[in-house]
């Protein structure tokens, strides 16, 4: 009897050492499928090719891997780009948690191809800046705020809990005769402006309009122009033009800033 009790003491002993064991091997799989989760939502790399300059900066940005839930970005064309050249927008907005994701050309399509550098890490804020080289590319105003939207729209669908806001299309100044591209399109610039105001206020997404203080006030054939000395070629920014709009942006910074602070400190 007692023989028969030592035997079945030692099979529950075993089976016990096998359960476990199997519990152990769970776990390591479920680890395993965690790990491979998140080298999927992490290590995607652009398939998309553009200028020379665009692959250049899209293999920086993989290099740099400089993204998480804590930063804000500042996602655009050569507009957002440039501000390198004046200390960059950490200084510009004395915030050291924003990084520069602009590239000079850069457009719709080319912006929508590179969220997936962005989008997985969850980042706290994007500001987007996109649509005047869209318009370069001849295509009406409306045909641009489409092409803008189908990029907020990525936006809003890859990462919904990331705070965005639309900033206007900046103003020209066709007077620098530098951008054929763009001859005539000084006063489609606000109609594409209104339509992506119109659109943010359906859906509930800050729209940042940066057009009326880089322009002439009083009106007259140079109300949509944009100011001479804010610029160094009609189309980009000088220091002056970075800072005014360094200034708009100020506010909304902060209040990410703020958000995060609160949120750190509960």
């Not at 965005?164 to 399109?185: A, C, D, H, T």
Request: glycine residues 10%; positive net charge; hydrophobic residues 40%.
């Amino acid at each position: 009897m007692k023989k028969n009790f030592r035997l079945l003491g030692v099979r529950c002993w075993v089976l016990g050492v096998r359960c476990w064991v199997l519990g152990v091997g769970c776990w390591m799989l479920g680890v395993g499928c965690w790990v491979l989760g998140v080298t999927n939502a992490t290590a995607q790399r652009v398939t998309y090719r553009s200028t020379q300059h665009y692959n250049e900066r899209v293999e920086l940005f993989e290099r740099l891997d400089d993204i998480d839930s804590t930063k804000i970005v500042m996602l655009g064309n050569s507009l957002t780009e440039n501000a390198i050249n004046f200390g960059d927008w950490k200084t510009l907005l004395r915030s050291p948690n924003v990084v520069n994701r602009g590239i000079s050309g850069d457009d719709a399509l080319g912006i929508t191809s590179r969220l997936v550098q962005i989008l997985p890490y969850k980042p706290k804020a994007i500001f987007l800046m996109c649509g005047t080289n869209d318009m370069s590319h001849h295509l009406t105003a409306e045909q641009v705020f489409y092409k803008v939207k189908g990029v907020i729209d990525s936006i809003r669908s890859g990462a919904p809990e990331t705070v965005l806001y639309v900033q206007s299309l900046l103003p020209i100044n066709e007077g620098f005769g530098r951008w054929k591209n763009l001859v005539g399109r000084t006063d489609d610039i606000p109609v594409t402006n209104d339509l992506l105001r119109q659109y943010c206020e359906e859906q509930g997404i800050q729209f940042i309009n940066i057009f009326p203080y880089l322009t002439a006030r009083g009106g007259g054939k140079a109300k949509n122009v944009l100011i001479r000395y804010l610029s160094v070629d009609g189309l980009h920014l000088s220091r002056p033009g970075y800072e005014i709009w360094a200034q708009h942006l100020q506010p909304y910074i902060d209040e990410v800033n703020w958000e995060e602070y609160l949120k750190k400190a509960q």
